[in-house]
């Protein structure tokens, strides 16, 4: 298949046709590519602009976009001015950062801040993510580069926000197709914003290189931005996800002043920080300070207000963290009012036929019956929240690229996608991160560790035109190791928690100083900022 590189199309149709290329060819005997001819792929000739594109703006996405545009666009131009001395043929860098939702979230907090506004700074919680990026295209992003760009009769940017969600990828003729949402505005340029199209416009896009960074959607509505694809929603994505996010939590927050019985089901981090927050909410927290350090204060249950049931299908809550620390977690729960049922599954969820509920927004509207795999139902339920795990934001990618999961497959070592589960073949200048792949388990510190070694990749890929066999074999300086060492951190309630980092066992109150206190929030100015990776 070819393509026009400087063909932008617009179709208000339905989402479009998936490819994933296949060629043949070979660098070493242990690892085949898609063939390449340039280094630069799709180039939009009218302008000579390359476009690196990253899917998805939260910590992955920001932390990729940042540093490209900190250390790698400012190197590649570098490499590419020196080698025209014509400004009106030199090649311009351009980062395109594509994401639903023109906010981003500290997604770790959603168990509090779903209670209250007045549990976080609204505008600390939830961040404009355009505004994180203006100072690139006043200079911060390459002096050299914005102002070749200019006189080129370009917009003089490194750097543009699309507020849409990606449809498809072609990756033989490398480009994404993308839906604008929300009345087709844009942040910045003019090229693939209102002017070429409104709200629903599917955008065709060329791209250089691509980091598919979309992370994953949370069975409730209530924990996170979520996204759906078009084939399992009457439309397609209609509104920013943090509307929606905010939506609903207005409707659970209306929910719990009259509130008597709640269900959570999922025994992980979520599921156990969410029941906490809402029992020290809704029954209150040991006035003792001895709740904080002693594991006996909390043995007596506690009669709660409201009922509140953890469910897991595990034999135990916690199952990242030793057992001690599990055991613990109950004892804490027990002290707010929580019930933790152990090693059964959730069967159905139904509402009362006088009762209507979505199934978007089940179990917050009316009664609900929670039936359970030892024959239990629990009924006149006022809440039912999922928090079983998380599905990644993957269905428009080619099924070849997902491994059995549905997260990306990816080479650990370098962050680059694969097309085999055994990883001989990789994707040309396609790369993967976050909770939509499958390089490391889901957690926020493998992210940080993540995000030079892709960059690296990416600026040797781009400067090279493929890959050079390096000592290690795979052609990096850096390659990421994943830390499986025993490190979690969970707040239950406002005043303590249970965790272990780097394997040590931390006491109740360093959880709470580090990640209790205000779930992480302490430490985004500087992620979302980018000062992180200076």
Request: aromatic share 6%.
């Amino acid at each position: 298949m070819t393509m026009d590189p400087t063909a932008t199309s617009s179709t208000p149709g339905p989402k479009s046709q998936l490819q994933a290329g296949s060629g043949s060819g070979s660098q070493s005997p242990r690892r085949r590519e898609i063939p390449d001819t340039s280094p630069e792929g799709n180039i939009e000739n009218k302008k000579n602009i390359i476009n690196i594109i990253v899917l998805g703006a939260s910590y992955a996405g920001i932390s990729v976009s940042h540093y490209l545009l900190k250390h790698v666009l400012p190197s590649l131009q570098s490499t590419a001015s020196s080698s025209s001395t014509s400004t009106s043929l030199k090649k311009r860098y351009k980062l395109l950062l594509i994401s639903p939702s023109r906010k981003t979230i500290c997604r770790p907090a959603c168990p509090r801040a779903m209670l209250s506004e007045e549990m976080f700074d609204q505008e600390k919680l939830l961040v404009d993510v355009p505004g994180l990026f203006a100072s690139y295209n006043n200079g911060g992003g390459g002096k050299e580069n914005t102002e070749s760009d200019a006189k080129a009769g370009g917009d003089g940017k490194v750097f543009e926000f699309i507020h849409g969600m990606a449809e498809g990828v072609d990756l033989e003729g490398r480009s994404v197709s993308v839906r604008l949402v929300g009345k087709g505005e844009r942040a910045e340029g003019r090229e693939w914003g209102a002017e070429g199209g409104g709200e629903g416009c599917v955008k065709t896009i060329p791209y250089c290189a691509i980091v598919i960074a979309t992370g994953a959607s949370t069975p409730s509505p209530l924990m996170g931005l979520n996204i759906s694809a078009p084939s399992t929603s009457s439309e397609a994505q209609a509104e920013d996800p943090s509307q929606t996010l905010l939506a609903s939590w207005t409707a659970f927050r209306s929910r719990l002043s009259s509130t008597k019985s709640i269900v959570i089901a999922g025994g992980g981090p979520t599921g156990v920080e969410t029941a906490g927050e809402l029992g020290a909410y809704l029954n209150g927290s040991p006035r003792s300070w001895l709740f904080r350090l002693s594991p006996s204060s909390t043995k007596k249950e506690k009669k709660p207000d409201v009922k509140i049931t953890l469910i897991t299908s595990a034999e135990g809550i916690l199952p990242a963290l030793r057992p001690s620390l599990a055991r613990r977690a109950e004892e804490l729960l027990l002290g707010l009012g929580v019930e933790v049922l152990k090693g059964v599954k959730v069967i159905s969820v139904s509402t009362s036929p006088h009762s209507p509920s979505s199934s978007d927004n089940l179990g917050m509207e009316g009664k609900t019956t929670v039936r359970l795999s030892d024959g239990q139902e629990l009924k006149e339920v006022d809440v039912y929240v999922p928090a079983t795990g998380s599905t990644a934001n993957t269905w428009f990618l080619p099924p070849d690229m997902l491994a059995g999961d549905g997260r990306v497959r990816t080479d650990s070592r370098t962050l680059r996608v694969t097309n085999e589960e055994a990883g001989e073949d990789t994707v040309k200048r396609v790369y993967a991160l976050g909770d939509c792949s499958n390089y490391a388990r889901p957690a926020i510190h493998n992210i940080f560790a993540a995000v030079p070694v892709v960059c690296q990749s990416i600026e040797e890929d781009l400067s090279s035109g493929g890959r050079k066999e390096g000592t290690d074999g795979v052609g990096n300086a850096k390659t990421f190791v994943e830390d499986t060492r025993e490190t979690q951190l969970v707040p239950i309630g406002t005043r303590t928690g249970v965790g272990a980092a780097m394997g040590w066992k931390l006491p109740g109150w360093i959880v709470w100083l580090i990640k209790g206190r205000d779930y992480w929030l302490w430490t985004l100015g500087g992620l979302w900022s980018g000062k992180q990776w200076d």
